[in-house]
């Protein structure tokens, strides 16, 4: 008959080990505070991790979403064997007129291309616009973008390069702050355009650079071509809408031989151009997400195993100090199972405690890190469980063998151990 | 009383492997202790009296023999169940007292019950009536270092005593300990055993074992005729 043969006792006793394990944890207040201090930068990285890896992944959702599933975007040239600025220009007005008038299925066919830093003036105020977008009639649609106000370029606008234009919301809102932009004309660079319509706020920002979306002028494509003495003829990228966006492989496939067609390439020959959809990116995506989990993830491990040995160390120490404590409460009746017992408690009430203080830690640096633009984190309760079942898990494994040592020590060597 | 024969050993040697040599600490004790008694066993340094004691004790378990407490034979139990009867059945006092530093008088007394089914009022309730009858009524709440030596070994003797043993060890109690508060202790002891607790005392000290009605001298391990 043990002490703890029926459930009730070994309740008891599990309520009183834990209590005595509280009081040692007090009475050794230092060494306590350092077990958590360790255990805690290893759970702060952890956080971090966790934190990061959902906001890479809600990026991922918005981009995605942003980017539509119904929708195709074709660059021109190759970008697996090309850098973005060395893309050669291969989509001509002639594709985008053919596609429009054969592509089964796509019901909106907008070609478009960019200018980098061009300056924009209104009224005094001056700002620098990281890019100017030329584009047909449809763009917002095309983007599922809608209008705050104002309306969209019409065929005519395209057709003449009238000097209209669309202005995004944060151009908008530091050119006109509260006014209406509509109808207002400003220049950009030393092109008068008029404001016919501002987009609204759409607030995601561009595949991993640091410019908003929303930090844009739109102008006819024609008017950027002509006014800003860019070639004609080609463009940059296409975008594409379909109807039925479940049959999109099928979309996929009628537009890319249509265009190899258009361009005369024989069997054999590369693309000279590259489709995206939202499969394609989120594929990239999720690449990156998991090259962003494995850099973190052993980031964290290293910092998990650093403070666990940290934790067993002081632990060590903890029970060789405490020989005499051990020894004695086996004198009077202590089973092994006991000892044991309390030396896992007070190393997993540590590391919880470290775990509270590390998600603290993780979430600030997160917001920090989040604050200067190195990382996009998402705060869940997916970090707490982590957390709590790392610190745990750090508690168990890394105290065991303190804990052992203490369970084992003989009852005499132990009392004697003192002197 | 019932159970006349408290303890009863038979044949028990100790040896220990020091490095490559073994010791003989024990060579071949029989002995028998009965309800009751007060025994003193007495011998110089390495003579085997602490091993003997910590077999008395079920602190440790002998190398060869038979020990019968209680009429149990506690030579094959298991590690779990020696706590579980050290924690009923026998009450250890030090030459160190070994109380923990960090706890009050009163939680030291508890310790033992706390290993065993007394519910926590009850336990409290006992330690601090204990605590009383060793004199130590108006001091239950001071921590170890706020108390004398004597009183820290009222403590350890409170302690010994709260799960009402059936055997009290007391291995050199007053080693630590200057004469007047030795007579002090020993005559506590004496107190405690009158009330019905069987003692053994292990010392070197003649003037101490006198306190004893028995004694029994060891020397090399073996119980010397007296």
Redesign the interface.
């Known amino acids: 008959?043990?002490?703890a043969s029926r459930p009730v006792?070994l309740l008891?006793?599990a309520w009183?080990i834990g209590q005595?394990a509280l009081?040692?944890l007090?009475?050794?207040k230092l060494r306590s505070f350092f077990v958590v201090l360790g255990v805690a930068l290893g759970i702060a990285s952890l956080t971090v991790i966790v934190a990061a890896v959902d906001g890479a992944e809600r990026k991922a959702m918005e981009i995605v979403k942003w980017f539509g599933p119904d929708a195709a975007f074709v660059l021109g040239g190759d970008i697996q064997s090309r850098a973005v600025g060395k893309r050669t220009l291969t989509l001509s007005y002639k594709d985008a007129q053919k596609l429009r008038e054969s592509l089964p299925g796509a019901y909106l066919v907008v070609p478009m291309r960019g200018k980098g830093n061009v300056t924009v003036r209104y009224r005094g105020k001056s700002r620098q616009v990281p890019v100017i977008v030329g584009a047909t009639a449809g763009y917002a649609e095309v983007w599922n973008w809608p209008l705050a106000e104002g309306r969209d370029f019409t065929e005519e606008d395209v057709q003449k390069g009238a000097k209209v234009g669309l202005i995004g919301d944060l151009v908008a809102e530091d050119l006109f702050a509260s006014e209406s932009p509509v109808g207002r004309t400003i220049f950009v660079d030393q092109v008068p355009v008029q404001i016919v319509g501002r987009l609204s706020y759409r607030g995601v920002t561009g595949g991993g650079g640091s410019s908003s979306v929303d930090d844009r002028i739109i102008l006819p494509i024609t008017t950027l071509t002509q006014r800003f003495n860019l070639n004609r003829k080609y463009f940059r990228a296409l975008r594409v809408k379909f109807y039925a966006p479940e049959n999109m492989e099928a979309h996929v496939a009628n537009l890319r031989s249509l265009l190899r067609h258009l361009h005369n390439l024989q069997p054999g020959e590369p693309d000279d151009f590259s489709i995206l959809t939202a499969d394609e990116i989120l594929k990239f995506l999720s690449m990156f997400k998991g090259g962003l989990m494995l850099f973190l993830g052993i980031t964290a491990l290293v910092a998990i195993i650093v403070g666990g040995f940290v934790l067993a160390n002081l632990f060590y120490l903890s029970v060789t100090e405490r020989r005499?404590?051990i020894?004695?409460?086996?004198?009077?009746?202590?089973?092994?199972?006991?000892i044991l017992m309390q030396v896992l408690t007070e190393s997993v009430f540590l590391s919880l405690a470290g775990a509270l203080l590390g998600v603290i830690l993780g979430l600030s640096l997160g917001q920090l890190m989040a604050q200067l633009g190195v990382l996009e984190i998402l705060i869940s309760w997916k970090v707490f469980i982590f957390s709590t079942l790392a610190a745990t898990f750090m508690g168990l494994v890394f105290g065991l063998r303190p804990a052992r040592t203490a369970a084992g020590m003989?009852?005499?060597e132990a009392?004697k151990g003192?002197? | 009383m019932v159970d006349q024969r408290l303890a009863e050993l038979e044949g028990i040697t100790k040896t220990y492997k020091q490095a490559d040599r073994e010791i003989e600490v024990l060579k071949g004790i029989s002995l028998s202790i009965d309800s009751g008694e007060f025994i003193a066993l007495q011998g110089p340094s390495g003579s085997g009296k602490s091993t003997l004691m910590h077999i008395l004790g079920l602190l440790d378990r002998p190398s060869k023999g038979r020990y019968l407490l209680r009429q149990q034979d506690v030579s094959a139990l298991s590690d779990n169940a020696l706590s579980a009867i050290r924690n009923r059945t026998v009450g250890f006092i030090f030459q160190t007292f070994y109380l923990i530093p960090y706890v009050s008088a009163v939680e030291n007394v508890m310790l033992p019950g706390l290993y065993s089914r007394t519910a926590a009022r009850e336990l409290r309730h006992r330690a601090e009536q204990i605590l009383d009858q060793v004199g130590l009524g108006d001091r239950m709440h001071f921590r170890p270092n706020q108390l004398s030596g004597g009183q820290q070994q009222r403590v350890a003797m409170a302690r010994a005593l709260v799960n009402d043993p059936r055997l009290l060890l007391a291995d050199e109690p007053t080693g630590q300990l200057d004469s007047q508060t030795s007579g002090e202790i020993m005559r506590l002891i004496t107190q405690i055993h009158e009330q019905g607790l069987t003692v053994v005392l292990v010392t070197h000290d003649d003037e101490i074992a006198g306190y004893a009605r028995r004694r029994i001298r060891l020397s090399d391990g073996c119980i010397s005729p007296s």
């Open positions: 008959m043990t002490v006792d008891r006793q009183r005595m009081t040692a007090w009475a050794y005499s404590e020894g004695l409460k086996k004198s009077v009746g202590a089973p092994d199972w006991a003989p009852p005499i009392l003192e002197h």
